[in-house]
């Protein structure tokens, strides 16, 4: 059974908008995998954080990158995570990932980068044109 599974990707023009949705399972929806974030990986370069929260404590987190124009967000009630991004920029296009961690100390420790992260999707695909 897949864990999180991610849609909404799509090829959009610059200045375009999209809206990633990750539909979480009740095995982690219902356990201490409070880390919720949102990664990308564009071909050649290595995995990067985008936006995290933290489904325990509340705190949110994003890429200086994506600040202003991409935002977080949850649906308790349908189990998802969402990424809103508007004003996309060709330097955006990746596959994007969503992933589930635990806390370490009593909170989401580097929320941005892929070493607590234990349940990943299978990734959906966006391509920004210029």
């Known amino acids: 059974q897949e864990q999180l599974v991610e849609s909404g990707g799509a090829s959009v023009q610059a200045g375009g908008s999209l809206r990633l949705s990750c539909a979480i399972s009740?095995?982690?929806?219902?356990?201490?995998?409070?880390?919720m974030g949102w990664f990308r990986e564009a071909l050649g370069k290595e995995r990067e954080g985008v936006a995290a929260l933290d489904r325990g404590g509340g705190g949110i987190y994003y890429a200086d990158s994506v600040k202003g124009r991409f935002m977080i967000s949850r649906d308790n009630s349908k189990k998802s995570l969402y990424l809103q991004m508007i004003s996309l920029r060709p330097e955006d296009t990746a596959m994007y990932y969503c992933?589930?961690?635990?806390?370490?100390?009593?909170?989401?420790?580097?929320?941005?980068?892929?070493?607590?992260?234990?349940?990943w999707g299978q990734g959906t695909q966006v391509t920004v044109s210029s």
């Open positions: 992933a589930a961690g635990r806390w370490v100390g009593g909170y989401c420790r580097q929320p941005l980068t892929t070493v607590n992260y234990d349940y």
């Open positions: 009740e095995f982690i929806y219902s356990s201490s995998y409070y880390c």
